[in-house]
Nanobody
């Protein structure tokens, strides 16, 4: 079992940046595929980014590609989401999630495949 705690959310103006962190306890994050998802008010949860457990390959939703970067620091047991050039449409609660897949070079964009979730952190981008 792994516990995930997100931090780093807040209020930022359009064009600004934020870095979200997801700290894990209980198990080492190197055992998991890690993903970031978001849910805007009144909308369904959507995939944002993911990073594999093996070679560190990454994947992004088209809406954030080129603006967001996911990374992991296994020594600190933490995953990050660097968000640049933020837009009002990025406003949402952001969640990190862990997938205990045994595959090394794989990630899922489907939130139902992830086994553990954090409590979320609010990101608000003003225009």
């Amino acid at each position: 079992q792994v516990q995930l705690v997100e931090s780093g959310g807040g209020l930022v103006q359009a064009g600004g940046s934020l870095r979200l962190s997801c700290a894990a306890s209980g198990r080492t994050l190197s055992m998991y595929v890690m993903g970031w998802f978001r849910q805007a008010h009144g909308k369904e949860r959507e995939f944002v980014a993911a990073i594999t457990r093996g070679d560190g390959s990454t994947g992004y939703a088209d809406s954030v590609k080129g603006r967001f970067t996911i990374s992991r620091d296994n020594a600190k047991n933490t995953v990050y989401l660097q968000m640049n050039s933020l837009k009002p449409d990025d406003t949402a609660v952001y969640y990190c999630a862990a997938d205990r897949t045994p595959y090394y070079s794989y990630y899922s964009t489907d939130g139902t495949t992830y086994d553990y979730w954090g409590q979320g952190t609010q990101v608000t981008v003003s225009s």
